[in-house]
């Protein structure tokens, strides 16, 4: 098991940015691929981004593809998801994710979860 914190969140006006992190201890943090994913009040849980184990490899959502960019730093057991040009419609509270299998897109594969961040963007 890997244990998961979010911070970064906050509330912005569209066209602006925010940077998540995601802070994990436990387990080997090295070993585990990571995902960020997103919840809006009365919606399915939807996937944002993910990234490989080495960070080589990585797979967004086509609604925030060119927007937002997923990343890690092993070294600080730390993944990040920086958000750019920021719509009202990315409002949501933001979970990372982490899983030894590989890089996926569906919440189900996951089974370590961080309490998730509040992301607020204003028209």
């Known amino acids: 098991q890997v244990q998961l914190v979010e911070s970064g969140g906050g509330l912005v006006q569209a066209g602006g940015s925010l940077r998540l992190s995601c802070a994990a201890s436990?387990?080997?943090?090295?070993?585990?691929?990571m995902g960020w994913f997103r919840q809006a009040p009365g919606k399915e849980r939807e996937f944002v981004a993910a990234?490989?184990?080495?960070?080589?490899?990585?797979t967004y959502a086509d609604s925030v593809k060119g927007r937002f960019t997923i990343s890690r730093d092993n070294a600080k057991n730390t993944v990040y998801l920086q958000m750019n040009s920021l719509k009202p419609e990315d409002t949501a509270v933001y979970y990372c994710?982490?899983?030894?299998?590989?890089?996926?897109?569906?919440?189900?594969?996951?089974?370590?979860w961080g309490q998730g961040t509040q992301v607020t963007v204003s028209s």
């Open positions: 994710a982490a899983q030894t299998s590989g890089i996926y897109t569906i919440p189900r594969r996951y089974d370590n």
């Open positions: 436990g387990r080997t943090f090295s070993m585990f691929a």
């Open positions: 990234i490989t184990w080495t960070g080589g490899r990585t």
